[in-house]
C-alpha cells in the first residue's frame, strides 16, 4: 500500500461510522467501474483496430473531410 493511500485510510478512520461506509462503498464502486471500463476497452480493442484502419483507408481515398473544414461549412 503506498503511504498516500495510508494516509487516507488513516484520515478516514476518524470519520464517524456512517461516513466512513459512505466512502468506502464509493471506493468499491470506483474500483469497479474501472474493471468494467478495462473489461469492456479490452473486448473492443479489434473493433476499434479495425475502425481505425477503414477510416485510414478512406482518408488515402479521400473519402474524409478535415474536422475544421466540416465545422466551416
Known amino acids: 500500500m503506498t503511504g498516500l493511500l ?3 485510510f488513516s484520515e478516514a478512520s476518524k470519520l464517524p ?3 466512513q461506509n459512505s466512502l468506502a462503498r464509493w471506493v468499491l464502486a470506483e474500483i469497479e467501474s474501472e474493471r ?6 479490452a473486448e473492443s480493442e479489434d473493433i476499434l483496430a479495425q475502425l481505425a484502419m477503414e477510416a485510414l483507408a478512406e482518408g488515402g481515398r ?3 473531410t478535415a ?5 466551416d461549412q
Open 17 to 19: 461510522d456512517i461516513e
Open 67 to 71: 474536422l475544421n473544414e466540416a465545422r
Open 62 to 64: 479521400g473519402k474524409t
Open 36 to 41: 468494467k471500463w478495462d473489461k469492456q476497452f
Open 6 to 8: 495510508q494516509r487516507a
